[in-house]
């Protein structure tokens, strides 16, 4: 028994997406609550239909916002633990509350206001919150209170993930010969992507020769690679598949979920750098792909259109290895070759422009345009796609994966 | 104001526990010491209260050379806080040491005294202590002079 085809996408609500800082006087309340209201009337339901909180990140207090919107009663509230990893996997934690009958309509989401804060820590905060920002579950950092293990890396150097990620990076370019233009093939067709989407914050066309005069910011990468830092909130709403098929939208089927990673891959990321070799230089994401497909009953073949975490762009090509759309390290010669092209590769990717290039709402961006491309709606809409990915991380375990079906099989 | 190349140290105290407490007390004789687990030989760092490998508790610490080969590095060039105008930009990366078992004792440092415009993967390091107060010692690695 699964959580396949049991439950549905039904309703999808956001705010507009704003650099950061932009959305005050908005707060990440308001927001939160905005974006649940936009998805429930988006499917055709109400606030008294709601009754789960299925999140990620502990993206919002659901006594909080229960409490602001009325919610006559909660059943269910519940978060993927660690950071952006989850966002994706929050579907599948939805789907089994409901499949398990402890709640009938849940909602996922994502609410973000940098203005005081930024996410990895703030100068405001001193340099230690940098450093030290994975030593709690909190994914703004902190500097007190840590542990003994900090001693051990507060004074390297590594303050951000991007500084991790480029570490990673800069492994995975030794292992197989990744190269930058690789990655400005990511950035540069994510661009694309976004130029035509009137919700994208970047709408200039990107050139390869603008890719290459742009800064370094921690080498391999340059700003490019770089997420955006916005403000914003996507909130979707699930409920069982019998349920939403008497409702306003097509129902969008959670054909499979799952979330996780290795022990060893841990907070590795973000603190001890100790996985093995063939594990180190990798999206952390291969145990779930497996678990995914195997749920799904697919293949990367029967994949129509991936929303893969972009917060780096290396990133992405190490998911596209690691979910089998091409072998283990030839993820840079696979971008290079045109595959993830929209309108012309054989899977397209981030259809709507991702972190990169259209907002960065810590995931749940991602998730809308999956709906979207399974309702028909999107509007760089792959013709005929049938099977969504949805992917949250790489960051710290869990990472996790979703694939999302115009049908039930 | 810390040179450039080098991150300066932020975390003045060790916040040792029993755990960790060897290895930062070596560190005040410039010493690298690593724990073992007695059971099946496990190096891991930093140390952690249970062996990865076969569970167990107990270690012994055992005295490193203080060398080893950078496993990957990034350079930082843009400047996340004022402090930091001066240092950038600066190596920071993995190093894996001489004498243990690869992954699971890593260390992560900075790198300095090194051209990072041409700091490779492969490169043989050698550690070297900041002295940073009567508590701590810090370590960072730069190229073998050898």
Redo the contacts between chains.
Sequence with gaps: MTIKDQAAVVGVGATPYYKRGQSYPESELSMACTAILGALDDAGLTIADLDGFAIYSYSCDPAEVASVLGVPEVRFAASLTSGGGGCAGALGLAAAAIHGGMAEVCVTLMTLQQLHKRLGGS?VD???A???MSEGGNPYGGGSG???????????????PG?SF???T??HM?LYGTKREHFAEVAISQRDNAIKRPTSLQKQPLTVDEYFAA???????CLFDYTQETDGAVAVITTSAARARDLRQPPVYIAASANGGT??WGPAIFR??????DE?ASSGHRPVAKRLFEMARMTPADVDVALLYDHFSPLVIMQLEDYGFCPIGEGGPFVAEGNIRYGTGTIPVNTHGGNLSEAYIIGMTHVREAVEQMRGTAVNQVEGAEVALVTGGPAALPVSGTLLARSAS | MSPQGVFPSILTHSNADDSTRPFWDAAKENRLVAPRCTNCGTFRLPPPPFCFVCQHRDVEWVDLPGTGTVYSFTVVRHPLARMLHDAVPYAAGIVELDGTQGAGARMIVNIIDCDVETLAIGDAVEIVWEHVNDDMSVPRFRPRST
């Design positions: 100068e001193g340099v230690l940098y450093a030290t840590l542990p003994p293990s900090a001693a051990f890396t507060a004074n390297a150097g590594l303050l951000s500084h480029s570490v990673l800069q492994r030794h800064r370094m910011i921690s080498d391999p990468l022990g060893r001890y750098f100790q996985a093995p070799d180190f």
